[in-house]
């Protein structure tokens, strides 16, 4: 993969109007939703676009789709397209649950989930964990941007080790890896994007609707007011040419903070 | 062979001649996994097909084998089945327990005993019954592995032979407990006869206790609230289940999974029709509640007090977003060590406000088996006739107790989704507002996802909305909304169960209770009135919130004594809050000991609040 994050801004542009229309004659206007409150550049409204798009080819009739979230910028993105489609905007990293409970109801929804890696990976792992377990019939949406934007800027679980947040913390811990975590859980549709390519993103929304079970998409997306700042693993400073990971990460910028702070930087810890 | 010894003295206030019919209390010691619980299960049988009324608490710890475990059987032909903190017959099998179980007899009360145990007994005012069990087990059962079990029947055979159950019962009773197993249920009988031939030839007849038999068990049931609840749930269409295994609100689960496994499959396909799902934790079953009751289902979760901690933010979301879904709690001691396994009504008043900002819930309180049942089906009708989150608040007592009770009818009015818009109703209306109040009553229309109809779908949220189901921060939007929550609570107040009052001329009080302290109020106000001349009117509440037959019910009495099985006064204090003007006279009357609540207990707090009462004159 080689688009960098500069190229997401012309992405996050709406999709242009057109009268085409798909196979159950529905146009692209038809898909989409209420206008993003996010902040221009986020990568998350590139992620709207490309599913606005991808429903719109696949001509899923959009009165039988479910959007779930839990809370958080990705969570308020379900409110961003689908306006003909049933919304839960729920609870904090829960949503794998409400999912979960809204695809045994009505097993002819199709039920998309857009969460976030706060939601996902630090307050709702586990729930997230066994509804992929279950193999719960959801495409489960990771919009992965390393941080809490709401509660501006905290680092969240899939910060990477090493990574500078903007309050200055440096994390000491090992990011949590959803994609493989799904995999152990025995998830049969699993996949790591960025929202900038959104051609990627499009191809795998629409194998990950087709797919009957658990489809976990995590799709990195920077946060362009919170992590986008020298030190950042996940800045517009960064070449996306490969994902960073905590064995090929080192941190340019900084030394190891004290011993004594360490403690205090682990997110999550107690 | 030990000689019986049942000549000692008595200070027991019963006339050696003429023993007591049909009234007394059995308490069967013995360790748990030990299989006792199959042969009280026999013996509590065998009283109701002799027609008598009979009720049994099993006390239990928190712990798989070897833990001191109690089977108390009360038996009482005027239909008196509370619990009862006094013990006629004790049968001491623990030997971990047996000097503590002699020590709280009271003079006169009957022990039976293992001869091996003789030594412990070192007390003369009890009529002992010593029996060898371990050479009457050897001889009726030769694998030496099954002694343990097949022993505890042996003691159901001496307890007949001491109270006179004719030996067909019991042999009927086994039969009936091991079904289709029916070389155990020879070996059994084998036992239990060997004991009861023994018991007839060698143990001195005792003229204190006897059971006759009598016609008052007809069309009767015995059962526990829990698997009552079950069946409500099945009756009133239940399609979602969602669960955490915690004691003691399991069993209610379980046997729903067992009844759903047989009644709601499709006949065409052979598929079931409903989902369960054990989830990983209680925060994830009341998430899939949510997520069903929102696209749909009738569901509901079963839980107990820590359980309903984890869910605080979910009752939330479940009151704020408007979603039909049901919690039975089946309430218990607190927190996980201790007494789990005793029963509480501590769970009240945090579920009544469970969750942040402004939320009150409807509660639904069963008193008896038949509420049990009942209120299951009346929850999911209120919680989609309401669009909220609706409680039922059973306890262990009620739930996991063996109850006498008449037998169920279902419900026969059809099961209604409440104020759901399809597809041609939209059409109809031609506009769609998710959270406005159209016809006062504080309740709006909603839809559920999958209709197809352009004006169909909205967006969840939990806190501001509009009417039109649109994000707002508005503090008009916001107030306007949770002024309209509470007319919707107004309107709960008269469609919730009716409390059930029993008013008497000449009252000196009035009683207020709820949930398993029925019978002991019952009871209770009977032995006041016959044995204190005190006369009692009585108001149980079934649900909250209370509406104004309770308030005229505290208007008519200069005393209201509050029974309930906490410490704070739960319910008084929720009183307090919707009648201030009666806050001196609501006093309360709290049983919080972990044991079910007696009728003594309830006639000692009356009597209590009473003299408060003409002290502060």
């Given at each position: 993969?080689?688009?960098?994050?500069?190229?997401?801004?012309?992405?996050?542009?709406?999709?242009?109007?057109?009268?085409?229309?798909?196979?159950?004659?529905?146009?692209?206007?038809?898909?989409?939703?209420?206008?993003?409150?996010?902040?221009?550049?986020?990568?998350?409204?590139?992620?709207?676009?490309?599913?606005?798009?991808?429903?719109?080819?696949?001509?899923?009739?959009?009165?039988?789709?479910?959007?779930?979230?839990?809370?958080?910028?990705?969570?308020?993105?379900?409110?961003?397209?689908?306006?003909?489609?049933?919304?839960?905007?729920?609870?904090?990293?829960?949503?794998?649950?409400?999912?979960?409970?809204?695809?045994?109801?009505?097993?002819?929804?199709?039920?998309?989930?857009?969460?976030?890696?706060?939601?996902?990976?630090?307050?709702?792992?586990?729930?997230?964990?066994?509804?992929?377990?279950?193999?719960?019939?959801?495409?489960?949406?990771?919009?992965?941007?390393?941080?809490?934007?709401?509660?501006?800027?905290?680092?969240?679980?899939?910060?990477?080790?090493?990574?500078?947040?903007?309050?200055?913390?440096?994390?000491?811990?090992?990011?949590?890896?959803?994609?493989?975590?799904?995999?152990?859980?025995?998830?049969?549709?699993?996949?790591?994007?960025?929202?900038?390519?959104?051609?990627?993103?499009?191809?795998?929304l629409k194998a990950a609707i087709a797919h009957r079970g658990t489809a976990v998409l995590d799709i990195v997306s920077p946060c362009v007011t919170f992590n986008n700042h020298e030190g950042s693993t996940k800045s517009r400073c960064t070449k996306w040419t490969s994902f960073p990971t905590t064995k090929t990460f080192r941190s340019s910028t900084k030394?190891?903070?004290?011993?004594?702070?360490?403690?205090?930087?682990?997110?999550?810890?107690? | 062979?030990?000689?019986?010894?049942?000549?000692?003295?008595?200070?027991?206030?019963?006339?050696?001649?003429?023993?007591?019919?049909?009234?007394?209390?059995?308490?069967?010691?013995?360790?748990?996994?030990?299989?006792?619980?199959?042969?009280?299960?026999?013996?509590?049988?065998?009283?109701?097909?002799?027609?008598?009324?009979?009720?049994?608490?099993?006390?239990?710890?928190?712990?798989?084998?070897?833990?001191?475990?109690?089977?108390?059987?009360?038996?009482?032909?005027?239909?008196?089945?509370?619990?009862?903190?006094?013990?006629?017959?004790?049968?001491?099998?623990?030997?971990?327990?047996?000097?503590?179980?002699?020590?709280?007899?009271?003079?006169?009360?009957?022990l039976v005993i293992d001869e091996t145990f003789k030594s412990l007994v070192k007390r003369d005012d009890l009529h002992c019954f010593f029996i060898p069990f371990n050479t009457l087990v050897k001889e009726a059962c030769p694998e030496t592995r099954l002694r343990k079990m097949v022993v505890n029947v042996m003691y159901v055979g001496v307890l007949a032979?001491?109270?006179?159950?004719?030996?067909?019962?019991?042999?009927?009773?086994?039969?009936?407990?091991?079904?289709?197993?029916?070389?155990?249920?020879?070996?059994?009988?084998?036992?239990?006869?060997?004991?009861?031939?023994?018991?007839?030839?060698?143990?001195?007849?005792?003229?204190?206790?006897?059971?006759?038999?009598?016609?008052?068990?007809?069309?009767?049931?015995?059962?526990?609230?829990?698997?009552?609840?079950?069946?409500?749930?099945?009756?009133?269409?239940?399609?979602?289940?969602?669960?955490?295994?915690?004691?003691?609100?399991?069993?209610?689960?379980?046997?729903?999974?067992?009844?759903?496994?047989?009644?709601?499959?499709?006949?065409?396909?052979?598929?079931?029709?409903?989902?369960?799902?054990?989830?990983?934790?209680?925060?994830?079953?009341?998430?899939?509640?949510?997520?069903?009751?929102?696209?749909?289902?009738?569901?509901?979760?079963?839980?107990?007090?820590?359980?309903?901690?984890?869910?605080?933010?979910?009752?939330?979301?479940?009151?704020?977003?408007?979603?039909?879904?049901?919690?039975?709690?089946?309430?218990?001691?607190?927190?996980?060590?201790?007494?789990?396994?005793?029963?509480?009504?501590?769970?009240?008043?945090?579920?009544?406000?469970?969750?942040?900002?402004?939320?009150?819930?409807?509660?639904?309180?069963?008193?008896?088996?038949?509420?049990?049942?009942?209120?299951?089906?009346?929850?999911?009708?209120?919680?989609?006739?309401?669009?909220?989150?609706?409680?039922?608040?059973?306890?262990?007592?009620?739930?996991?107790?063996?109850?006498?009770?008449?037998?169920?009818?279902?419900?026969?009015?059809?099961?209604?989704?409440?104020?759901?818009?399809?597809?041609?109703?939209?059409?109809?209306?031609?506009?769609?507002?998710?959270?406005?109040?159209?016809?006062?009553?504080?309740?709006?229309?909603?839809?559920?996802?999958?209709?197809?109809?352009?004006?169909?779908?909205?967006?969840?949220?939990?806190?501001?909305?509009?009417?039109?189901?649109?994000?707002?921060?508005?503090?008009?939007?916001?107030?306007?909304?949770?002024?309209?929550?509470?007319?919707?609570?107004?309107?709960?107040?008269?469609?919730?169960?009716?409390?059930?009052?029993?008013?008497?001329?000449?009252?000196?009080?009035?009683?207020?209770?709820?949930?398993?302290?029925?019978?002991?109020?019952?009871?209770?106000?009977?032995?006041?009135?016959?044995?204190?001349?005190?006369?009692?009117?009585?108001?149980?509440?079934?649900?909250?919130?209370?509406?104004?037959?309770?308030?005229?019910?505290?208007?008519?009495?200069?005393?209201?004594?509050?029974?309930?099985?906490?410490?704070?006064?739960?319910?008084?204090?929720?009183?307090?809050?919707?009648?201030?003007?009666?806050?001196?006279?609501?006093?309360?009357?709290?049983?919080?000991?972990?044991?079910?609540?007696?009728?003594?207990?309830?006639?000692?707090?009356?009597?209590?609040?009473?003299?408060?009462?003409?002290?502060?004159?």
């Amino acid at each position: 993969m080689s688009t960098t994050v500069a190229d997401v801004s012309k992405e996050t542009k709406a999709p242009a109007a057109s009268s085409k229309t798909n196979r159950i004659g529905l146009t692209m206007q038809d898909y989409r939703g209420a206008e993003s409150t996010l902040c221009a550049g986020c990568g998350h409204d590139a992620i709207t676009n490309s599913i606005i798009k991808a429903f719109f080819e696949l001509g899923v009739d959009p009165h039988m789709v479910a959007k779930l979230s839990g809370i958080g910028c990705s969570s308020k993105t379900t409110n961003y397209f689908l306006n003909q489609s049933h919304g839960f905007n729920s609870l904090h990293g829960r949503m794998a649950t409400i999912a979960t409970g809204s695809s045994l109801a009505n097993r002819k929804l199709i039920n998309i989930g857009v969460s976030g890696d706060g939601d996902t990976a630090s307050i709702g792992l586990g729930n997230f964990s066994h509804m992929v377990r279950r193999n719960a019939h959801i495409v489960y949406i990771v919009e992965n941007n390393g941080c809490y934007g709401l509660t501006k800027g905290q680092a969240s679980a899939t910060a990477d080790r090493g990574t500078r947040m903007k309050s200055g913390q440096t994390i000491e811990s090992a990011p949590v890896d959803l994609c493989s975590l799904a995999i152990q859980m025995g998830c049969g549709f699993v996949a790591r994007s960025f929202s900038g390519d959104t051609q990627q993103v499009r191809t795998l929304l629409k194998a990950a609707i087709a797919h009957r079970g658990t489809a976990v998409l995590d799709i990195v997306s920077p946060c362009v007011t919170f992590n986008n700042h020298e030190g950042s693993t996940k800045s517009r400073c960064t070449k996306w040419t490969s994902f960073p990971t905590t064995k090929t990460f080192r941190s340019s910028t900084k030394k190891a903070p004290p011993k004594s702070s360490r403690c205090t930087t682990v997110p999550g810890s107690p | 062979m030990s000689q019986a010894v049942a000549e000692a003295e008595t200070n027991s206030d019963r006339s050696a001649s003429s023993p007591s019919i049909n009234d007394l209390v059995i308490k069967i010691a013995t360790p748990n996994g030990s299989g006792s619980q199959s042969a009280n299960l026999i013996l509590m049988r065998s009283i109701f097909t002799l027609g008598v009324p009979v009720g049994a608490k099993n006390l239990f710890p928190s712990n798989i084998q070897g833990l001191p475990t109690w089977f108390i059987v009360r038996v009482n032909e005027n239909g008196w089945l509370a619990h009862r903190n006094h013990t006629d017959l004790m049968v001491a099998m623990n030997p971990q327990t047996a000097a503590e179980d002699i020590t709280e007899l009271d003079p006169g009360a009957m022990l039976v005993i293992d001869e091996t145990f003789k030594s412990l007994v070192k007390r003369d005012d009890l009529h002992c019954f010593f029996i060898p069990f371990n050479t009457l087990v050897k001889e009726a059962c030769p694998e030496t592995r099954l002694r343990k079990m097949v022993v505890n029947v042996m003691y159901v055979g001496v307890l007949a032979s001491v109270l006179g159950i004719p030996f067909e019962e019991i042999g009927n009773a086994i039969d009936w407990q091991f079904a289709k197993k029916i070389k155990a249920a020879e070996l059994n009988k084998t036992a239990a006869l060997a004991a009861y031939t023994w018991a007839e030839e060698h143990l001195p007849k005792q003229n204190l206790h006897r059971l006759e038999r009598r016609n008052l068990t007809k069309d009767k049931i015995v059962i526990e609230g829990n698997e009552a609840a079950a069946l409500g749930m099945l009756f009133g269409g239940v399609t979602f289940l969602a669960w955490y295994p915690i004691t003691p609100s399991s069993s209610l689960c379980e046997h729903l999974i067992k009844y759903l496994g047989k009644h709601r499959r499709d006949p065409e396909t052979g598929q079931a029709t409903y989902a369960v799902i054990q989830a990983e934790d209680e925060l994830a079953s009341m998430g899939m509640v949510i997520g069903a009751g929102w696209a749909g289902a009738r569901a509901f979760t079963a839980t107990s007090g820590p359980g309903i901690s984890l869910m605080a933010e979910m009752a939330g979301l479940a009151y704020f977003a408007e979603i039909p879904s049901v919690i039975v709690d089946i309430q218990r001691m607190g927190p996980s060590t201790g007494l789990p396994t005793r029963t509480s009504q501590g769970d009240v008043a945090k579920a009544y406000y469970l969750s942040h900002g402004d939320c009150k819930h409807v509660l639904l309180l069963p008193g008896n088996m038949q509420e049990c049942f009942e209120f299951s089906e009346e929850a999911l009708h209120l919680a989609e006739q309401l669009q909220t989150l609706v409680f039922v608040m059973s306890d262990l007592d009620l739930g996991m107790n063996k109850w006498m009770s008449d037998s169920f009818t279902p419900s026969t009015k059809p099961i209604s989704r409440g104020k759901v818009l399809n597809a041609e109703e939209l059409s109809r209306n031609g506009e769609f507002a998710r959270y406005r109040d159209v016809d006062g009553d504080g309740i709006p229309y909603r839809t559920l996802p999958g209709t197809l109809h352009p004006n169909a779908a909205y967006f969840t949220r939990g806190t501001g909305h509009t009417e039109i189901a649109t994000y707002s921060e508005k503090p008009e939007d916001w107030q306007r909304n949770i002024d309209r929550l509470h007319r919707k609570f107004d309107t709960a107040r008269e469609v919730v169960p009716q409390p059930m009052v029993s008013e008497t001329e000449g009252s000196v009080a009035g009683i207020i209770a709820y949930g398993s302290s029925d019978p002991a109020v019952a009871e209770a106000r009977h032995i006041l009135e016959t044995k204190h001349d005190i006369k009692t009117s009585y108001l149980r509440l079934r649900a909250l919130p209370v509406n104004g037959a309770v308030k005229a019910f505290c208007e008519r009495h200069s005393l209201v004594c509050v029974v309930e099985q906490n410490r704070d006064g739960q319910v008084t204090s929720i009183l307090r809050g919707e009648y201030p003007e009666f806050g001196a006279k609501l006093k309360p009357a709290l049983h919080y000991n972990g044991m079910p609540i007696d009728a003594d207990s309830v006639v000692e707090l009356v009597l209590q609040r009473i003299a408060e009462q003409k002290g502060s004159k």
